[in-house]
């Protein structure tokens, strides 16, 4: 018979539910799970340590941290050899960094050995180095896979953020031949020679069937550990099945660890048997907040000889009430966003500029409070929203950059579902030239060059209401918002800041005289910047009431009761740009900060929420179509936004991921790590510091290893250039975008 006898830090024995009902939330329930952290299915989160840490070199797990700042990070490559994945290398040297647990050091700080399985090709030999002290030089042979060892007297490790590099001798000077493969680096701990099996991923996830029950399960022989990293809600618990191989026991422990701060242990149990599963339960403590990026840490302390610890289905989950909120089909969808508008300059976000159309809407539906954009170029916002892939999968980074034919817009899966459908843009980068007309009914472009308000796509949009009054629709409104060029009469002017401006600034061509000065910024002075921002407020006023004559129709042809409305921006507006409202080549957080405001329909009984959970525009066009009901294309990523108003899905926070160019920009809760191709600047703490200028990479190395696996570029990530199609311009279209400011005057024709 098995015995588990399992405490939390109160010594209480806990018990959990089956791990079945931990998959999926029961909206009949008064409460149920919602996972967090599946671990057998997140194994690429998770580190791995037997009688020391392994580092998998052929794991998708360690990729995120393998050379990191190396530009020949490309030309390495995972092969398969003799059933296990390994990393073919081309690079001279090769660096990765990894955390070292406090759990290696008890009872006491032991010595460090190094031992290696590598497989020779041209180099002859390597050397290994840990924080720049040499371990050891090893010869390679050919084609011969062997275990290497090294040993350095007094090398001892302190928990927390580490380097191992990898230096490389001989073989092609060119680079164009490989050096070496490489299965696995493993840090002993101690003195011990016994043979060592690597708990590689193949190794560690088994599907044993104590008591005749099957179960995927974590197998950890002792001492050993498995840490799985992620964000951690501070009202969450771990839960796992507990079982031993054979006849032997052993003693376990779950910990909690966050950057800057002590373990801490969660529970303890002892475990002995084989006859069936025991279930295991302890709340995570230790967490301020909402919750942090953590990691969880199983350990085996001590076991029987030759017995491996079978965790089953472990998982971290959250116990959630819902919100209320029927799930139920709406009949219509609007869709509006307002170009060039940061959410944190507006009053529903807590800014100083008074919108009250858009203040009402969202008293009434759901305000998101950390939405962001995956670009700093619009036309790829949009674009997000519309076919629910980031702009690094639509390879939208250019000026001239066309959206594939081939990709499914929300338009088309609408139009297939009966659902009437209709856009009004008055941005040129989302006309037709640039592949956005497809699948819908009616599709309106108002460029810059046409002698209308900027805010015609909402008397647009109301007519078209008044016509299909009784039809399931999709309006989709592409405004200008706060983007140039801006409309303002002269009597506006004479009122504007700064007084007595004589400067190049106007309305009509401002777009224009933007782009010229950002090439030349010492042209553009602090008057300048007053009376730009002055007239992007100003547009921002005469949007707002725009979208309240909208709203007002919608309420008039009877379809306020059973439509969604979405307000959002496509890019934000920052006032430390050099030179504002301009496509910036950079990706700073100011530029993607947009605002996300959501009334669902009169039945769904969320009103007036507010959550600061991380949202994306990718979240959008999955929204749009199970809003009506619809199933959603297999190609769209993100989430439905309903789900998180309503609670169906856990509100953790998530990683968002931005790109411009070669440039990189991770969030995850506070924490932001920039970098440019495969070179990495800093990762800031926002909470500490707003303007992400400091480095806290050698500080938070827990949040360092979450966040990198995120990062979009590493060598199992590279792809080749591909084509990209291109905008075709005819001459109406090269002026539309010069007056944009989008293209400069000397701009080829195509």
């Known amino acids: 018979m098995l015995i588990c006898s399992c405490r939390d830090q109160s010594g209480e024995v806990s ?38 840490l392994l580092l998998d070199f052929g794991d998708a797990s360690t990729e995120a941290n393998v050379n990191a700042n190396l530009p020949q990070l490309a ?72 275990i290497t060892l090294a040993r350095t007297p007094g090398l001892s490790l302190e928990a927390g953020p580490h380097e191992l590099s990898l230096r490389l001798s001989g073989g092609s000077p060119t680079g164009d031949e490989a050096l070496v493969d490489v299965d696995w680096v493993h840090l002993g701990v101690g003195d011990s020679l016994e043979p060592y099996a690597a708990p590689t991923r193949q190794d560690v996830l088994v599907d044993p069937a104590p008591g005749g029950r099957s179960m995927q399960a974590l197998a950890i022989r002792s001492p050993g550990f498995a840490r799985c990293s992620g964000w951690i809600p501070a009202d969450a618990k771990f839960e796992a099945y507990l079982a031993v191989e054979g006849d032997g026991d052993a003693d376990v422990e779950a910990r909690i660890l966050v950057d800057r701060r002590a373990p801490v242990v969660l529970g303890t149990a002892h475990v002995t048997g084989a006859a069936a599963w025991s279930p295991w339960s302890v709340p995570i403590t230790g967490l301020d907040g909402a919750g942090a990026i953590a990691s969880i840490e199983i350990v085996v302390r001590r076991s029987s000889k030759g017995t491996r610890v079978l965790f089953g289905a472990p998982m971290v989950v959250e116990t959630a009430s819902p919100t209320g909120g029927a799930d139920r089909t709406a009949n219509g969808v609007l869709v509006v966003v307002l170009g060039s508008t940061s959410a944190r300059a507006l009053g529903p976000w807590g800014g100083p500029h008074a919108v009250p159309a858009l203040t009402n809407l969202a008293a ?12 700093s170029l619009s036309n790829a916002v949009v674009a997000s929203m519309l076919t629910g892939l980031p702009p690094s999968a639509l390879r939208l980074d250019g000026s001239l950059d066309r959206l594939d034919e081939s990709i499914t817009l929300v338009s088309d899966a609408c139009r297939q579902g009966g659902i009437t459908t209709a856009m009004f843009t008055a941005d040129p980068t989302t006309g037709a030239v640039f592949g956005f007309d497809r699948g819908w009914d009616t599709f309106v472009l108002h ?29 989709f409104i592409d405004a200008r918002g706060g983007h140039p060029p801006w409309d303002a009469s002269s009597e506006d002017l004479k009122t504007m800041a700064p007084a007595g401006y004589i400067g190049f600034i106007d309305g009509p061509r401002a777009a224009e005289a933007l782009a010229k000065a950002k090439r030349h910024p010492a042209r553009f002075r602090d008057d300048d910047r007053v009376r730009a921002w002055a007239l992007h407020d100003h547009a921002l006023d005469q949007h707002d009431a725009a979208l309240g004559g909208l709203l007002a129709e919608l309420q008039a042809v009877g379809r306020d009761r059973d439509t969604v409305v979405i307000v959002t921006g496509d890019v934000g507006a920052n006032e430390g740009a050099p030179v504002p409202f301009t496509d910036p080549d950079t990706l700073d957080e100011p530029f993607l900060q947009t605002p996300l405001v959501v009334r669902w329909p009169s039945w769904s009984g969320v009103a007036g929420h507010r959550l600061d959970v991380a949202t994306s ?12 009901g619809l199933s959603s294309p297999p190609d769209f990523q993100g989430v439905d936004l309903a789900s998180l108003a309503t609670g169906r899905v856990a509100p953790a926070q998530r990683p968002l991921v931005a790109t411009r160019g070669s440039h990189y920009s991770v969030r995850w809760g506070e924490y932001v790590l920039v970098g440019v191709g495969g070179s990495e600047l800093r990762m800031c703490d926002l909470s500490l510091d707003p303007a992400c200028v400091a480095d806290v990479r050698g500080t938070s190395p827990l949040a360092l290893e979450s966040i990198r696996r995120y990062a979009p570029f590493g060598w199992r990530r590279h792809e080749p250039p591909q084509a990209v199609p291109q905008a075709s311009l005819d001459g109406r279209s090269l002026a539309s975008l010069v007056r944009w400011g989008r293209l400069t005057q000397d701009t080829p024709k195509q």
């Open 447 to 475: 460029d810059p060059l046409e002698d209308e308000p900027a805010t015609r796509v909402f008397d647009d949009a109301r007519e078209w209401l008044d016509a299909h009054r009784t039809d399931r629709f999709f309006i």
């Open 617 to 628: 525009p990718v979240d959008l066009a999955r929204t749009v179509v199970q809003s009506l």
């Open 15 to 52: 018990s959990t539910s089956d791990p079945a009902g931990m998959r999926q939330y029961d909206a009949s329930a008064s409460s149920s799970h919602l996972t967090v952290l599946d671990v057998v299915h997140s194994l690429d989160r998770c580190s791995f340590g037997h009688r020391g």
């Open 75 to 146: 030309a390495n490559e995972a092969v398969e050899i003799e059933g296990a994945t390994w990393l073919r290398l081309r690079s001279r040297s090769v660096a990765t960094s990894f955390y070292w647990p406090s759990i290696l050091n008890e009872p006491s700080q032991q010595p460090i050995y190094v031992e290696a399985r590598v497989r020779g090709i041209s180099a002859h030999s390597m050397s290994i180095a840990i924080d720049g002290r040499p371990v050891g030089r090893w010869p390679l042979t050919k084609r011969e896979a062997r």
């Open 364 to 375: 009434a539906g759901t305000t998101f409070l950390a939405n962001r954009a995956p670009s």
